[in-house]
């Protein structure tokens, strides 16, 4: 298999798009019609089921998902599983999945809110919470079930992971310092055309070439790690670091909270502040019960002592930026919500 994606590789540097497409639908199809072999009995045999859809239609999902007797499904986060969870929510008995085994995630924060509800719906389920990224893959796992519940943000490192502070210096366990994830092995060559980038995400650790996308974390004294968030993106407010999946993950406690988005905002005394954008749910269409909002920021964020602005409410009485499209607060929460992951 390893020689066969090799081949399609080279094709595609060759410019040979009609060679390499071919060998993908030929890899594919061996896949999808894989038989146990007498060297090596393989535990799955099935198919792989797409949908041609542009836009994701959860109820065009679910139906598939039904009709096919699907036993593993791959979403992105919070992103699937909160729409999935709300059409249970609203026809309980349109859709059985008994046969659905295992959900898989990765790209994005999946919470622990979100697996719970979907839990009760579909008490059999295993949710693995894949920790990757684009520059680094196997970096941890985190796996949820009715026997072995996790917080959303807590993983077992892989195999090739560890986590480094800036020293690039192993971080130990239980000792509470930040550090970023790092994954030795194989990793991507370059970032095209940009070497300074490339020295930044890919150094030598050890004498080993590694990945570290800047994702930071604390290890735990049993050895799992605390995401807590891209450094990228997190906000530096008064000389403190506040990552917006923290402050992002503590609003989506709030039941009248359907999605949330946090951002910097520019600010004269501390360079920026942490301000937030926030959905309400069906229940709570006016917004009226977004009050308890600011004291949960602050109490996410009471260890780093960050410097909260107040979220405003708009004429439509829901908390957050202004829907008028021309707003700075508006514009930065747009592209908040569009960076990739």
Known sequence: MVTEYRRIAEAVLARDEKKAEMRMHRQLQRIGDSRPSRRRRTPYRGRVITLPDRNF???????AMVAA?????CIVGDAFCRPIVDAFDA???????????????SGMMWSSEVKQRL??????????DFLNSSEASGMGRSITSNRSANEGARFQLGKSAF???????????GSGEVGRVAVRGVVPVDYSRDPE????????????????????????????????????VSINTGGEKVFPEEMEKAIKTNPAVRDAVVVGMPDLRFGQVVAAAAEATAQYPDGASLGPIDPLLRRAAAQRQPHVSP???NGDGERGVRRRSGTHEARRARSACERPC
């Open 57 to 63: 239609d959860v109820a065009r999902l679910l139906d």
């Open 69 to 73: 007797r699907v036993s593993e499904v």
């Open 91 to 105: 026809h309980p008995e349109r859709w059985g999945l008994a046969r659905l085994k295992v959900v898989s995630s």
């Open 119 to 128: 839990l009760a719906h579909a008490p059999q389920l295993v949710m693995i």
């Open 163 to 173: 986590v480094i502070d800036d020293a690039r210096r192993a971080v130990q366990p």
């Open 197 to 232: 980038k490339t020295a930044a995400t890919f150094p030598i650790v050890d004498g080993v070439r590694c990945a570290i996308p800047g994702d930071y974390a604390t290890v735990e004294a049993d050895g799992t790690i605390r995401l807590l968030g891209r450094g990228s």
């Open 311 to 313: 979220l405003r409410r």
